[in-house]
């Protein structure tokens, strides 16, 4: 069995800044899951502990061959909606720490 794909992207986001930010965040999902090989996503907001994260992002594929195939896709996306999430995320001036996991039943 191949093992699934997670990436988990972690935010740090200044309040002011949170509606902007959740909206741009929710530009890609309804692309995603139309994708083969899309399993689950999710958009985490903090609502108690000590953390320096306030948003974090999930997104998971059934294997490394899907996950590459949605990062080839969403970059297509990002260019023909003319967003730039990266520049989104500087303006905002949000933190940001990415990993790609894999997953398993613990």
């Given at each position: 069995m191949e093992k699934q794909v997670v990436l988990i992207d972690l935010f740090t986001v200044p309040e002011a800044a949170l509606p902007?930010?959740?909206e741009?965040?929710?530009?890609?999902p309804p692309l995603l899951r139309t994708l083969?090989?899309?399993v689950e996503g999710w958009i985490y907001q903090v609502q108690d502990g000590p953390t320096a994260y306030n948003?974090?992002?999930t997104a998971v594929w059934e294997n490394q061959q899907a996950f590459e195939n949605a990062a080839e896709r969403a970059q297509e996306e990002y260019r023909r909606i003319g967003f730039d999430p990266h520049e989104v995320v500087?303006?905002?001036?949000?933190?940001m720490e990415r990993g790609i996991f894999e997953r398993r039943p613990y």
């Open positions: 902007e930010f959740l741009a965040a929710g530009k890609l083969p090989g899309y948003v974090v992002t500087k303006r905002l001036n949000v933190k």
